[in-house]
T-cell receptor
Framework: DGGITQSPKYLFRKEGQNVTLSCEQN?????MYWYRQDPGQGLRLIYY???????QKGDIAEGYSVSREKKESFPLTVTSAQKNPTAFYLC?????????????FGPGTRLTVT | QKEVEQNSGPLSVPEGAIASLNCTYS??????FFWYRQYSGKSPELIMF????GDKEDGRFTAQLNKASQYVSLLIRDSQPSDSATYLC???????????FGSGTRLLVRP
């Protein structure tokens, strides 16, 4: 089955620790995205990547880092510099040809930092 | 002014009624529009996208786009309790692959 997987589903960390969230897709999509969602709010873009070995900052990139070494994988690291890391993190992917920009989401990772 | 605005709701409709969800956007250059459904605690699920002015129907769902007035709407016919969720509107600006999301409208369908 084609899809996007994120792991783990729930993650608990102590303040001051870096943590890496996994995102893998087998949809053969070129573009991948990371969003953050806080309770009662919409999605805010953290980072996105349109091709391997290239990525751009989104609207709230401070305190986060990413890599895109393989087409299928786009891991997100939440660093200790992120002031309010507790949130629901969503990974998405899309094709990049004209007329096909719809994004598909993974199941998400709920991160709690105490 | 937010780029994509939605009424947060909740919008409450009786089972079997038509639910009408609205979204306005500020960038006149926006070209592509998407509706996602998000159940509580789950990730968003794409239900409709529309690129041209007018209506697009898919089963019980109809997306309506009016670029001149800069709004897009989602109609859900014969609403079911299982349609109770938050509906997110997303807009793609012409120059980027990024989607801009609204904060969502919570829909409650009363049995």
């Amino acid at each position: 089955d084609g899809g996007i997987t994120q792991s783990p589903k729930y993650l608990f960390r102590k303040e001051g620790q870096n943590v890496t969230l996994s995102c893998e897709q087998n949809l053969n999509h070129d573009a991948m995205y990371w969003y953050r969602q806080d309770p009662g709010q919409g999605l805010r873009l953290i980072y996105y990547s349109q091709i391997v070995n290239d990525f751009q900052k989104g609207d709230i990139a401070e305190g986060y880092s990413v890599s895109r070494e393989k087409k299928e994988s786009f891991p997100l690291t939440v660093t200790s510099a992120q002031k309010n890391p507790t949130a629901f993190y969503l990974c998405a992917s899309s094709i990049t040809r004209t007329g096909g920009y719809e994004q598909y989401f993974g199941p998400g990772t709920r991160l709690t930092v105490t | 002014q937010k780029e994509v605005e939605q009424n947060s709701g909740p919008l409450s409709v009786p089972e079997g009624a038509i639910a009408s969800l609205n979204c306005t956007y500020s960038d006149r250059g926006s070209q592509s529009f998407f509706w996602y459904r998000q159940y509580s605690g789950k990730s968003p699920e794409l239900i409709m996208f529309i690129y041209s002015n007018g209506d697009k129907e898919d089963g019980r769902f109809t997306a309506q786009l009016n670029k001149a007035s800069q709004y897009v709407s989602l109609l859900i016919r014969d609403s079911q309790p299982s349609d109770s969720a938050t509906y997110l509107c997303a807009v793609k600006r012409d120059s980027s692959y990024k989607l801009i999301f609204g904060s969502g409208t919570r829909l409650l369908v009363r049995p």
